[in-house]
């Protein structure tokens, strides 16, 4: 089957829980701690999001990387699960991104996000 992540020992439940997520999704995750850059963008705007994450935002960025649904989002925050929708639909716009995986994914890579 090969190796589709490697992470540390040392790795929490949450991260271990986004990383497998990550995997089913057909992606491979590498702690960063577990590896050197092999490239430095020249273009540091290249890797930046127009519009910035409301603090909200990146708090419901978090949950998505645990796997939470719209209401336990809700739920976890005192918010309906309509409001919830609307904050994930913002984090997936404002990131220009299809997929709470994909947010993931470009939140990390972004520093925005530390799994």
């Known amino acids: 089957m090969g190796v589709a992540g490697i992470l540390p020992r040392s790795v929490r439940a949450r991260q271990l829980r986004a990383a497998l997520y990550a995997?089913?999704?057909g992606l491979s995750v590498t702690a960063p701690?577990?590896?050197?850059?092999l490239w430095i963008s020249s273009n540091p705007s290249q890797h930046s999001i127009p519009e910035p994450l409301t603090p909200?935002?990146?708090e419901v960025l978090s949950l998505l990387a645990e796997?939470?649904?719209?209401r336990a989002i809700g739920l976890r925050l005192g918010i309906s699960e309509n409001t919830a929708k609307f904050h994930v639909q913002a984090v997936l716009t404002k990131l220009g991104v299809s997929s709470r995986t994909e947010a993931v994914v470009l939140a990390?890579?972004?520093?925005?996000?530390t799994l």
Request: aromatic share 0%; no cysteine; glycine share 10%.
């Open 33 to 37: 701690s577990l590896t050197t850059p």
């Open 67 to 70: 796997g939470l649904t719209n």
């Open 23 to 25: 995997v089913a999704e």
């Open 56 to 58: 909200r935002e990146l």
């Open 108 to 113: 990390t890579r972004l520093g925005l996000l």
